[in-house]
């Protein structure tokens, strides 16, 4: 292909000139640089949230690790609207939002649908688990729960539970979780 081709249909311009690796690097690295800068000496897993440029590279792998057949996407309002937004923009699908506090659901959630849960912090938090929970209670399946950043001490997996993926550990010095 030509590079004018290559341009147009790449999720974004690194991914024509970078290898994977170093694309996943770099996009770990604006992530976590995100997520410290805001002053504060612990990490802020939602500061990267406001970085258009890193919720589009982040879309663009987020999608590709969606399972096939992947009918709509699940998120906690508000924590994971942006990147769900960004998600739901790259792939064309629709999502919803759970308002964890009150179990008020904004958008639509099917019976029989096969959800994807989408969360930005730690696949181990409990929102992340009360979103799945909910979505199995109104009739979907939850075929996976993707997030970006892992706990630096993950909790033990739930065997009746969906696969949890996450993109990056947050732990200083690890690379892609």
Do not use: K
Not at 50 to 77: E, K, S
Not at 88 to 107: I, K, V
Not at 130 to 140: F, I, K, Q, Y
């Amino acid at each position: 292909m030509s590079l004018d081709q290559d341009l147009a249909t790449a999720p974004d311009v690194p991914a024509v000139f970078l290898e994977p690796a170093r694309r996943t690097s770099e996009l770990r690295a604006d992530i976590l640089a995100a997520a410290t800068t805001s002053g504060r000496t612990d990490l802020d897993p939602y500061a990267y949230l406001t970085q258009p440029t890193v919720l589009r590279r982040l879309a663009a792998d987020l999608a590709a690790a969606l399972p096939t057949g992947c009918d709509r996407l699940i998120t906690q309002a508000s924590a994971g609207l942006p990147l769900a937004a960004a998600v739901s923009l790259h792939t064309g699908l629709p999502f919803a939002a759970l308002d964890t506090d009150t179990a008020h659901l904004h958008g639509e959630v099917h019976q029989g649908e096969s959800v994807a849960v989408i969360h930005p912090g730690a696949p181990d938090t409990p929102a992340a688990r009360t979103v799945a929970a909910d979505a199995t209670a109104r009739g979907a399946r939850v075929s996976t729960v993707l997030t970006v950043l892992a706990e630096d001490t993950p909790g033990p997996a739930d065997p009746a539970g969906p696969p949890v993926q996450a993109l990056f550990d947050a732990a200083p010095g690890h690379g892609p979780a």
